[in-house]
């Protein structure tokens, strides 16, 4: 074995090793994943919503939509999505209904368990700026379940 492909064989090493360094610890599967909402200054408490949804190393951060979002195809947009060890980060806007949204995400995986939050700020016609803060923690529950 010559020189040159014994260097790139370990710089190729290397790039595997960098790549499943960078990925999160998740096992993939059907997770459920819990979230509170909070909105600071109103006075009434949102529900607390429970989800199942498949979960991968290609689909890491987790659609908070109702079953009738999901048939016409959600309003929210995720951009600038990034992993940082265990952490999953990413920006997202959603345009719709008489209301703008922006926000940041944060997640933070553990194998089979995740907590993290997105802070979502709403421009609403005629009401001004308001903020919305899911925090969510998930467990795995095994395999995904195919519908």
Do not use: F
Not at 14 to 39: D, H, K, R, S, Y
Not at 64 to 76: D, I, V, Y
Not at 107 to 125: A, N, P, W
């Amino acid at each position: 074995m010559g020189r040159k492909r014994i260097t790139m064989v370990l710089i190729g090493i290397l790039l595997m090793v960098t790549a499943a360094m960078a990925a999160p610890n998740i096992q993939p599967g059907q997770w459920q994943i819990t979230t509170t909402i909070e909105m600071p200054g109103m006075h009434v408490r949102m529900p607390t919503m429970t989800t199942t949804q498949c979960l991968s190393i290609d689909d890491l951060i987790p659609r908070q939509t109702s079953p009738t979002e999901k048939q016409k195809g959600s309003p929210c947009k995720i951009a600038n999505m990034q992993t940082k060890g265990n952490k999953v980060i990413w920006d997202v806007v959603c345009n719709g209904q008489g209301q703008n949204m922006k926000g940041h995400g944060e997640i933070t995986y553990h194998g089979d368990t995740m907590e993290g939050k997105v802070t979502m700020k709403m421009v609403t016609h005629g009401q001004g700026t308001k903020t919305m803060i899911m925090h969510m923690k998930g467990k795995r529950l095994g395999e995904c379940k195919r519908e």
